[in-house]
């Protein structure tokens, strides 16, 4: 059974740095891409950046000068740096298993969600 578990959430103010973690089990995590995803209330999911299984990565335009994903293999996890944080990131963010090796920034192309970790972030 595959679970995918994020943390590292919490209330932060404008301009603030936070780093997201995600722990994976029940895959082999080397072989799968993986992604970062957020939602806001009222709002639709939206995704945020992806990193396929060799460390390629994908970031959406309303974050990539100010959010980093990365991977470490050896320990199944993956990460979501977030710099320069806005009152307009204020989200759930969800961590997800990719079904393949390949980015996507299609949320139908993964397959294992996480429950999400709520991140605040105040003016």
């Known amino acids: 059974q595959v679970q995918v578990v994020e943390s590292g959430g919490g209330l932060v103010q404008a301009g603030d740095s936070l780093r997201l973690s995600c722990a994976v089990s029940?895959?082999?995590?080397?072989?799968?891409?993986m992604g970062w995803f957020r939602q806001s209330p009222g709002r639709e999911r939206e995704f945020v950046a992806t990193?396929?299984?060799?460390?390629?990565?994908y970031l959406a335009g309303t974050v990539k000068d100010r959010f980093t994903i990365s991977r470490d293999n050896a320990k199944n996890m993956v990460y979501l740096q977030m710099n320069s944080l806005k009152p307009e990131d204020t989200a759930v963010y969800s961590c997800?298993?990719?079904?393949?090796?390949?980015?996507?920034?299609?949320?139908?192309?993964?397959?294992?969600w996480g429950q999400g970790t709520q991140v605040p972030v105040s003016s």
């Open positions: 997800a298993a990719a079904r393949s090796q390949y980015y996507s920034r299609r949320p139908d192309d993964y397959a294992s």
């Open positions: 990193i396929n299984w060799s460390g390629d990565t």
């Open positions: 029940g895959l082999t995590f080397s072989s799968v891409a």
